[in-house]
């Protein structure tokens, strides 16, 4: 993305405090919390299940607001947008990877890729598609179906529906959770490996001390605090 200024950061989080409330009492998650993200920049954050991870990613990408403070995404507070105008954003710049692939079943690998391209309005979106299923592997499988696809197989099609956006920002939330080990490492190199091509800022939600071992930076949410953790 060479079009963004990398010293500002692509994604900031500025005194951010998120708390719910239950019928226990209120359940505060963070305080005071402060991110910087830098466009192209590779970033895991780990921690213990229930400590926010998710929910913060959630913040990160306009899915969510924050209780205090504010989301920046490219200089833009996030709260001053509409729910409209998040979504756009969210469509025009941003693009997930979950843990459970998020297919849609009745769509094969290539209008499942195809899909948000049409949406955005690109005129060559079948080429598209296409190219990004050969960069994962899949040119032979455009007219399979989710179901007669591997755990790894689909987590691939979910890969290049990501990446042929062309997303400023790529969020991946336990990428290789549902997969077995041997499996997991080949979706690890694919994803760093289109990483390193794009330039797409990665933010990685993970368990996997090896997949987060091959960003950038990683960061440990505990207590509601980011620290971050040396190489």
Request: one cysteine or more; glycine letters at 8%; aromatic letters at 6%.
């Amino acid at each position: 993305m060479s079009h963004l200024n990398r010293e500002e950061p692509i994604i900031e989080a500025q005194d951010v405090a998120k708390s719910f409330r239950t019928q226990a009492g209120a359940v505060e998650l963070f305080r005071n919390l402060d991110l910087r993200i830098l466009p192209g920049e590779s970033l895991a954050i780990i921690g213990r299940s229930g400590a926010g991870k998710s929910t913060l990613l959630s913040l990160l990408a306009g899915l969510d607001t924050p209780t205090e403070g504010h989301i920046l995404f490219a200089g833009q507070p996030l709260d001053q947008l509409d729910d409209a105008a998040r979504a756009a954003l969210r469509l025009e710049q941003i693009s997930f990877i979950f843990q459970s692939f998020h297919l849609l079943p009745e769509l094969d690998a290539l209008d499942n890729v195809r899909l948000p391209l049409e949406i955005q309005g690109h005129q060559d979106a079948d080429r598209q598609a296409r190219y990004w299923l050969e960069q994962v592997g899949l040119g032979a499988r455009l007219d399979h179906y989710p179901a007669q696809l591997s755990g790894g197989e689909q987590q691939r099609v979910a890969i290049a529906r990501a990446f042929a956006t062309e997303p400023k920002v790529l969020f991946a939330d336990e990428p290789t959770g549902n997969l077995d080990d041997d499996t997991g490492h080949q979706i690890i190199e694919q994803l760093f490996h289109l990483n390193a091509d794009t330039g797409t800022t990665l933010i990685l939600i993970t368990h996997d001390i090896d997949l987060a071992g091959r960003c950038q930076r990683r960061l440990h949410l505990h207590n509601g605090r980011l620290e971050e953790v040396s190489p």
